[in-house]
């Protein structure tokens, strides 16, 4: 599946975006906060790629105006998601590359993975975690009209023996579907 919005196109990982992915997911400002390990080598994203980012509803997020990728988001359906969800619900998990910060682009990709869920695949509520202290995954959630709905202490992330504060909000298709989008 291949999805566009105005100024990105998400698409599956392919394993000639390693080096576009080590670029932005080495970068130490980017990985810990979300609750992964910071990439180490081009050969270590290509693992990532292949392992990973190769998930069902697993996208790069690209720019139309370079083709390459600079970000990633990603939709766990039920079981896929760490939040024990029914399969009529989703996950939404997002990232992008720290020169890309503040520039709306991940609001637009989660926009349009919303979209997709509820239009699409028919999914009845998309929820949206980020660890303590992740201020601008926060406002990403707020401004897509996701509500905050619980916070889970001493949860585990991709970062081996770290436990961290989660906060996870939701949105509903009847939610979304009453506002203007």
């Known amino acids: 599946m291949v999805l566009q919005t105005k100024r990105l196109i998400l698409r599956p990982w392919e394993d000639s975006d390693a080096e576009d992915l080590y670029q932005y997911a080495s970068h130490p400002d980017v990985g810990p906060i979300a609750g992964w390990a910071i990439h180490t080598s081009v050969e270590n994203s290509r693992e990532i790629i292949q392992n990973v980012l190769s998930a069902p509803e697993t996208y790069a997020v690209v720019l ?12 766990m359906i039920g079981k896929a998601s760490n939040i024990g969800l029914p399969d009529t619900e989703g996950e939404i998990g997002y990232w992008i590359g720290v020169p890309y910060w ?48 619980h916070s889970a202490d001493n949860v585990p992330c991709a970062l081996e023996g770290v436990l961290r504060k989660e906060h996870i909000s939701c949105l509903s298709r009847e939610e979304w579907m009453g506002k203007e989008h």
């Open 64 to 75: 139309k105006e370079s083709g390459r990728p600079v970000g990633s988001i990603g939709l």
């Open 102 to 149: 503040g520039q709306g682009l991940i609001p637009e990709a989660v926009r349009e993975i919303i979209r997709y869920g509820f239009e699409n695949l028919n999914l009845g509520r998309l929820w949206c975690g980020y660890f303590d202290g992740n201020t601008k995954s926060r406002r990403v959630q707020e401004k897509c009209g996701f509500q905050y709905h």
